[in-house]
């Protein structure tokens, strides 16, 4: 016989037995669930792919998006077909029945749109949140000046459309950088949106982020120059990728295995300057536009291939030599 359970956030229920919290069916269960919570009701300010992707996982972990709020009657319309929510005229109706006030509109638009937010309501108690990877509590400076608590939760994650982001975001880290009263509940509505917490002080942000950039929108414009350099050997873009991405993959593949150190392999971990310096001469006569970060690249290599223990001193210095472009190496 099948069983059927109630799932809130991290909370499951099996349904015949909801009367062990007092509830007698789904929507009782879900009431007295979120009566133990502070933070229930959330308007969302800024409905653009994070933000409507949020407020659809917010809505299926327990919470209740009460409204959404943008600027675009288009956006709001988009972002009401995931959600559900109202989509309000103004920030005030807005901001009515929240207890929790989520600002997803482009980052140089936070400290301008909190500053509407508190401007427009009375938030004091209230929790109010930025996703930016880089900006700090500074940016919520006039909710925290009015009473609210605040805090900053950013997925560690790339997105493409709002589907993938709903697919992608369970599972992911988030950073965390919050006061005191918000750090609580900001770690809370992570875990139960799938992630896991990561916290981040607000000098650390733009390291973190930084990293994260690397991570992902660097990868991007890497893959980008390999695409380009098949491409100019002849190669189309559709062929080029087929015949790359099963060497990325299996990059990765023994990164998350071994760490990055003990997977770097290649010319530069062997100590093969012959083959560095048939690189650098193709790339300045061909391609002279990736000549830098070839050698930007490589010289940090090089630093990884000393730290693995497979390149000598002495093939360190020779292959340095090579890639600043010392004519006498």
Sequence with gaps: MRKAFFIFGTQILPARDCNICGAENFEDARGLIMKKRRLNNFAIIGTGMVGTAIGFLLNKSGYKVVSVYDKSSAAAKRAHSYIGAKASPTLREALQNADGVLITTPDDLILSACGEIAAAADIKGKFVFHMSGAGGLDLLAPAQNAGASVASIHPLQSFSSIDQAIGNIPGSYFGVTADKKAEGSAKNIVRDLGGIPLVISPEQKPLYHAAACFASNYLVSLMNVVESIYQAIGLNEKDARAAFLPLVYGCLKNIEKSGSVSSLTGPIARGDAGTI??????????????????????LTTVKIARQKGTLSAAGAKKINAILKGDKKS
């Design 277 to 298: 310096k048939k690189h650098v001469t193709a790339l300045h006569k061909n391609l002279p536009q990736y000549s830098s970060l070839y050698a930007s690249l490589g």
